[in-house]
Nanobody, 124 residues
Framework: QVRLVESGGGSVQAGASLRISCVAS????????MGWFRQTPGNGREFVAA????????NYADSVKGRFTISRDNAKNALYLQMNNLKPEDTALYYC?????????????????WGQGTQVTVSS
């Protein structure tokens, strides 16, 4: 069974840092690009960051560029999102996703597996 499980969300104050994680099934993780997306109530899911199957390339939404860093540890089947200098507008439910191919970006249709999400709340 293919599974993605996120963890590490929480409530922090503006300016703080937080790292969220996602653990994936081995079969899913090794050859697939991975991504982070987020969603707030009443809004659609938006792209945050993506990383290639081997971690060699990554890309970010403009809103998080310079503050967030996506990384992966294939030996641990783990995907991470380090979030620094958090802002109240970063408050959302954060999802990890696995792409169909080794490289992917912001197009949600290229991702075919999704986790259940972890909540990040940033207060001012």
């Amino acid at each position: 069974q293919v599974r993605l499980v996120e963890s590490g969300g929480g409530s922090v104050q503006a300016g703080a840092s937080l790292r969220i994680s996602c653990v994936a099934s081995r079969r899913l993780f090794t050859n697939n690009a991975m991504g982070w997306f987020r969603q707030t109530p009443g809004n659609g899911r938006e792209f945050v960051a993506a990383i290639s199957y081997n971690g060699g390339s990554s890309n970010y939404a403009d809103s998080v560029k310079g503050r967030f860093t996506i990384s992966r540890d294939n030996a641990k089947n783990a995907l991470y999102l380090q979030m620094n200098n958090l802002k109240p507008e970063d408050t959302a439910l954060y999802y990890c996703a696995a792409a169909r191919s080794s490289y992917s970006g912001s197009d949600q249709s290229t991702y075919n597996y999704w986790g259940q999400g972890t909540q990040v709340t940033v207060s001012s």
